[in-house]
Antibody, heavy 121, light 110 residues
């Protein structure tokens, strides 16, 4: 059974940084791309970033380019999202999801329960 | 403002058939397949339909999807109260090089 457990969320001041982690189990981690999707309170889903199975290819939504960095450690079955220069607009539940194949262009198929990031002074 | 356009709400009575539309453009729905996600209140999204009309194992055949040109739709027949949820369409966008979602449709079972 696929299990994805996000951590690292919390309260951060505007302009601050935060690193989210997502620990995966139940599948061959390095064979699948991983993606991050966020959901602001009461709003819809917004794709944030994706990383290929090897970590060699990464994709970002335009609004996050230059501020967010996605990476993975296949020896630890963990994917990360490093976030900088956070603003109130980044306040959201951040979901980690396993993609359907090695490429980040494949659909998210299994989702974690999410971790809440709140940007506020 | 979402790249894919969905109606914000839909409703139906138990047993009824409801459809939810999703409109996009040539760079997303027009050139890639469409997926649908169901998000029950307070939970993470769940893949409901992939490749326009395929159901993952465990999804009842009362759920069906279709696509034509730059639009897609999700149909739910024999509506049940436990299917009251938010539904999102999604597709890869070749121009943006990323996944795009619809704004979500809140389905109410009356």
């Amino acid at each position: 059974e696929v299990q994805l457990v996000e951590s690292g969320g919390g309260l951060v001041q505007p302009g601050g940084s935060l690193r989210l982690s997502c620990a995966a189990s139940g599948f061959t981690f390095s064979s699948y791309a991983m993606t991050w999707v966020r959901q602001a309170p009461g709003k819809g889903l917004e794709w944030v970033s994706g990383v290929s199975g090897s970590g060699g290819s990464t994709y970002y939504a335009d609004s996050e380019k230059g501020r967010f960095t996605v990476s993975r450690d296949n020896s630890k079955n963990t994917v990360y999202l490093q976030m900088h220069s956070l603003t109130a607009e980044d306040t959201a539940i951040y979901y980690c999801a396993k993609c359907g194949s090695y490429s980040p262009e494949s659909r998210p198929t299994d989702w974690g329960q999410g971790t809440l990031v709140t940007v506020s002074s | 403002q979402s790249v894919l356009t969905q109606p914000p709400s839909a409703s139906g009575t138990p047993g009824q058939r409801v459809t939810i539309s999703c409109s996009g453009s040539s760079s997303n729905i027009g050139s890639n397949t469409v997926d649908w996600y169901q998000q029950l209140p307070g939970t993470a999204p769940k893949l409901l339909i992939y490749y326009n009309n395929q159901r993952p194992s465990g999804v009842p055949d009362r759920f069906s999807g279709s696509k034509s040109g730059t639009s897609a739709s999700l149909a739910i027949s024999g509506l049940q109260s436990e299917e009251e949820a938010d539904y999102y369409c999604a597709a890869w966008d070749d121009r943006l090089k990323g996944w795009v979602f619809g704004g979500g449709t809140k389905l109410t079972v009356l």
